[in-house]
């Protein structure tokens, strides 16, 4: 004897259409809220060379969304009323973005910003759809890391120290292949002139890319 209740799927079909317009007002809240960022991340993408890869991850991520967009419909029509099992984990990480925001505006570093976008959006999801739906999308959400340009000191650092290295590989190969050279900073001295190792030859840019 089977008990068939034609309203269910009805009410099921319901609550998600809710859920729906709901992440749709969160993801324009977010895109007022994040306006100037957004701004500000299209103009690195688009003026700043080690990070024009921006604009491609920024696809790659909606595709791992629209891949596994079957398995969110699962997810919404098994766990509409148990929505509940996220909200614990979905507040903290929602009050964590809007903390790390506040960091990046208090200490005036952009990046910070950006990056509270991440648990920003996790946190409504996983309140509005449960912990599920959060992890869904927590590859695609996570892999927007990289389009976040590193903050100007660490960045700095980071390109001075490969520079460094290029500079002593580059030396090495040069006495390997038997040209007299003499590395001092990240000059390159030779029996006929010099040879400087610029920044843009640090190869961070392409450890970005690796990753």
Known sequence: MTDSNPSQPAAVASSTNKSWWLVLIVVAFCGW???DIFGWLARTWQTNPDYSHGWLVVLFSLYLLWAGRKKL???SEQESSLISDGLGWGISLLVAGLLLRLVGIYMRVLT????SLIPFLLGALGILLGRRAMLWALPALLFLVFTVPLPGFLAGRMSGGLQAVATTISTFFLQTAGVPAIADGNIISLSNGE???AEAC???RMLYAFF
């Not at 910070?112 to 990056?115: D, H, K, R």
């Open 33 to 35: 809220m994040y306006v």
């Open 73 to 75: 419909a699962s997810f």
């Open 112 to 115: 910070f910003e950006a990056l």
């Open 195 to 197: 040879i400087g190792v």
């Open 202 to 204: 640090s190869g961070l």
